[in-house]
């Protein structure tokens, strides 16, 4: 959209403004500004709380040393693959004794929390990136904001300015508009690795007991 030859409108203006001034009301604990979402942020994934079989022990450590757990690990990790597809792949993989069972099963859901894990971290840490660049984009709006009206109220105003600029700022503001909605969507991603880590554990449970 652009606006040519005419006078921006307060109503415009202040569009633009409030555009900007959103990004500092987006992080919602003190301790995490850099933070954008309404979920409270929570770095990792707690082992008790998606967990609650035997010991993992070295588990942590050999899983990736076992070629069939790596490769279901990273079938299983991807939030493409329906849980339910997922549980019954772990129905056919742990197969034998109980002692048997129990010891894949602990393999398979250390190499599970490990890549959620980094999964998650990795959403997380691009979350606050973007959040960096939304305060860098309504400093931006706001101090574009300001150079327009003063443009505006010049006498007599350079129109081919006015124009350039309010064209800039109405992009700048639908670039900033769009990325606040991805990040809202974004924010649900961790919350939901957290859940298919504590369905995948129990299903690996089940099979172990």
Known sequence: MKWSGAKWSSATLALFAVAASTASCLAA???????????????????????????LDDASDKWKGDAKVSALVSKLAARRIPIEEAQKDITKFLTGSTTEKTTTGK???AGLFDTLNAQRSQVMNGLE??????????????????????LQDASPPD????????NQLTW???????RRRVVKFVCEVPTAIDQRLFALGRAIQQEME
């Not at 700048?172 to 769009?178: A, H, L, M, P």
């Open 129 to 150: 990136r973007v959040m960096r660049k939304q305060r860098e984009a309504a400093d931006k709006i706001r101090s574009d904001t300001v150079a327009l009206q003063a």
């Open 29 to 55: 604990d003190p301790r995490y500004p850099d933070w954008p979402c309404a979920q409270a942020k929570v770095p990792e994934i707690s082992l008790a709380a998606v967990w609650a079989g035997p010991p």
């Open 159 to 166: 129109q081919a300015k006015v124009d350039e600029l309010g």
């Open 172 to 178: 700048e503001t639908r670039i900033f508009e769009d």
């Open 107 to 109: 393999l398979l859901f």
